[in-house]
């Protein structure tokens, strides 16, 4: 089964649409994205992408983009 794309796990945590998730996304553009939802985002995508975060990890994904980099350091290509 293919993985969603890394927007569409964003959009679908956050309760977002896709369109407005940018790799530029983050707390501060994504109303939705406050500090108890930025857990259960992050949860979201370990299981999407079976992988798992350390608590500096957690601390640093502020922005898809950043969440998209954390993922590629653990060898997943999150398109």
């Known amino acids: ?9 964003i959009g679908r945590a956050l309760n977002v649409p896709i369109a407005s998730v940018s790799d530029a996304s983050s707390p501060e553009t ?4 406050d500090s108890l939802r930025h857990l259960d985002l992050m949860n979201t995508v370990e299981d999407e992408y079976d992988v798992r975060f350390s608590a500096a990890d957690l601390a640093k994904a502020r922005s898809v983009g950043e969440i998209r980099r954390l993922l590629h350091e653990k060898g997943i290509d999150a398109a």
């Open 1 to 9: 089964m293919a993985k969603r794309s890394l927007f569409e796990v």
């Open 30 to 33: 994504l109303r939705r994205w």
